[in-house]
């Protein structure tokens, strides 16, 4: 059974850091990438960043510079480092971890969320 457990959300000041984690079940090597996920109310969820098995990593441009996503293929987990936090990064962050099964079809799992809020 699929399961991806978050941790590491928290409030902190502007231009502070926090990172999260997601603890992936049964194997991380079981997905062909994972990422980071976010959304506010009102607003549909959008890609923060993303890994794929090969370790090739992408960015929203809003996070670029800042954020770095990461995974720790012996742990099962992945990791989102972020730094120079903006009121504007405050958001429900939500782990995804994506199987391929040939395009366009693929499954989607993702975990249950932590809350991220910046302080200005």
């Known amino acids: 059974q699929v399961q991806l457990v978050e941790s590491g959300g928290g409030l902190v000041q502007a231009g502070g850091s926090l990172r999260v984690s997601c603890a992936a079940s049964?194997?991380?090597?079981?997905?062909?990438?994972m990422g980071w996920y976010r959304q506010t109310p009102g607003k549909e969820r959008e890609l923060v960043a993303i890994i794929t098995s090969g370790g090739t990593v992408n960015y929203a441009e809003a996070v670029k510079g800042r954020f770095t996503i990461s995974r720790d293929n012996a742990k099962n987990t992945a990791y989102l480092q972020m730094n120079s936090l903006k009121p504007e990064d405050t958001a429900v962050y939500y782990c995804?971890?994506?199987?391929?099964?040939?395009?366009?079809?693929?499954?989607?799992?993702w975990g249950q969320g932590t809350q991220v809020t910046v302080s200005s």
């Open positions: 995804n971890a994506m199987k391929s099964y040939g395009v366009p079809r693929r499954t989607d799992y």
């Open positions: 049964p194997s991380i090597f079981f997905f062909d990438a």
